[in-house]
């Protein structure tokens, strides 16, 4: 597949990276800030609202695998995202029982969109090809592009605020969806028969929990979960730990650019490690790293900006096997299956079911946790809490997810 066929297929990546990183790293702040919510009642909203995206997404999913019309299914997401991202962002003056009814609608909304548009993005591309070499390299170039959009919201949130940030939003949503919508290539429409027999043949939608059956699936669908809550913790937290721990401020933003400026560095290399050591061994090196760095902010405090800069570059670096691995191995599951052309909505449908989860026990575990732990935003108590759930358990499911991921049977996806 050429660049340029790439590139518009990867577009789409960048607007969905750019509600990504703020509903989840931004969000708890910012409504702890300014809506005069606690932590506790936050991390219950998230969970709750993540928790109903979580259950909607496999049906979303089976649903768009009884026709493939993923570009259709991409049009229907643009109205609810737009309109979500910009109700969440900016919510009118309110206060109490009426704050927290705007916060979980604007969230609903949003999650609808996301996962409308996730779920088709992600399919699409595992239908264009089943050989490793070009699904490694679709996968790139879609994560790539969320990089670069996960970037530019930092850094417009860093610089010029969520106004910004909205009308930066809008434009790469429309750009990227007439890339998508207009030069991507389009996947084959499956023949009858094509997916084998039973609820996968021809156009009759899987149940629900049919990708469960396979031993691969169920088998990295549990590495992602683990390694997603790990990923999860410290990205809901992380401003709360970089301004009451290190006391970096407004800077922190910066932080994050530096980090997944480093991811988006690493992923060609990660995509050129995986053709010679397969994707699963692969994945495992990231995850090692990944642990044997992060676990180091664990002993950080007030002044070791330097320090946390280089964990972030590092820990950076191993976030692009994070990225670049797990879809190109869950297309590689799907056409050891046989269910290829006909049966990728359903897999992302739960897959996304997956990540919506992960941020949902981060959110709606993690934030309440501290609130009983002692901890308080903005006050000089229940640090020490805030570090080990920052830092070092993070890293011990890590470690667990990579020891499932070495016995997973996915060396011959």
């Known amino acids: 597949m050429r660049p340029a066929a790439l590139l518009c297929y990867g577009a789409f990546g960048l607007p969905l990276a750019m509600v990504a990183l703020p509903i989840y790293v931004y969000v708890p702040q910012f409504y702890a800030e300014r809506s005069g919510l606690g ?5 219950a909203a998230l969970l709750l609202a993540r928790l109903a995206a979580a259950c909607v997404d496999p049906a979303l999913g089976r649903w768009m695998a009884r026709g493939g019309d993923y570009a259709g299914h991409v049009r229907l997401a643009l109205a609810p995202l737009l309109l979500g991202f910009v109700a969440l962002f900016h919510p009118p003056p309110l206060g109490g029982a009426a704050a927290m009814a705007w916060f979980l609608a604007a969230l609903a909304l949003a999650y609808l969109g996301f996962s409308l548009a996730t779920i088709a993005h992600q399919s699409w591309g595992a239908a264009l090809s089943q050989a490793p070499g070009p699904r490694a390299r679709l996968t790139a170039a879609r994560e790539g592009c969320g990089l670069l959009g996960v970037m530019l919201a930092a850094g417009l949130g860093a610089a010029y605020g969520y106004t910004a940030l909205s009308l930066a939003f809008a434009a790469a949503l429309l750009g990227g969806a007439g890339c998508l919508l207009l030069k991507a290539p389009r996947p084959p429409r499956a023949a009858a028969g094509m997916a084998g027999a039973g609820p996968w043949s021809g156009r009759r939608p899987a149940p629900l929990l049919a990708p469960l059956r396979g031993r691969r699936f169920r088998a990295l669908f549990i590495v992602a979960m683990v390694n997603g809550v790990a990923a999860a913790i410290p990205a809901t937290l992380f401003l709360f730990f970089a301004d009451d721990v290190l006391g970096l401020g407004a800077t922190a933003g910066w932080y994050l650019l530096l980090y997944f400026l480093c991811a988006a560095a690493s992923l060609a290399p990660w995509a050129a490690l995986a053709r010679r050591v397969g994707e699963a061994r692969a994945w495992v090196a990231g995850m090692l790293l990944a642990a044997l760095v992060f676990v180091w902010a664990w002993r950080l405090g007030a002044g070791d900006s330097a320090a946390f800069g280089a964990i ?41 079911w997956g990540v919506q989860m992960n941020l949902a026990l981060a959110a709606g575990v993690a934030l309440p946790l501290l609130a009983w732990l002692g901890y308080v935003p903005g006050a000089a108590q229940g640090t020490a809490a805030l570090s080990f759930a920052y830092a070092l358990l993070p890293c011990a499911l890590k470690l667990l997810a990579a020891a499932l991921l070495w016995r997973a049977p996915l060396r011959d996806c």
Do not use: K, M, Q, T
């Open 312 to 352: 972030c570059a590092v820990s950076g670096l191993a976030l692009g096997a994070d990225l670049a691995l797990p879809p190109a191995l869950l297309a590689g599951v799907i056409a050891r299956a046989g269910h290829s052309g006909a049966g990728e909505g359903a897999y992302f449908g739960l897959w996304h």
């Open 39 to 43: 932590l506790a009642a936050i991390g």
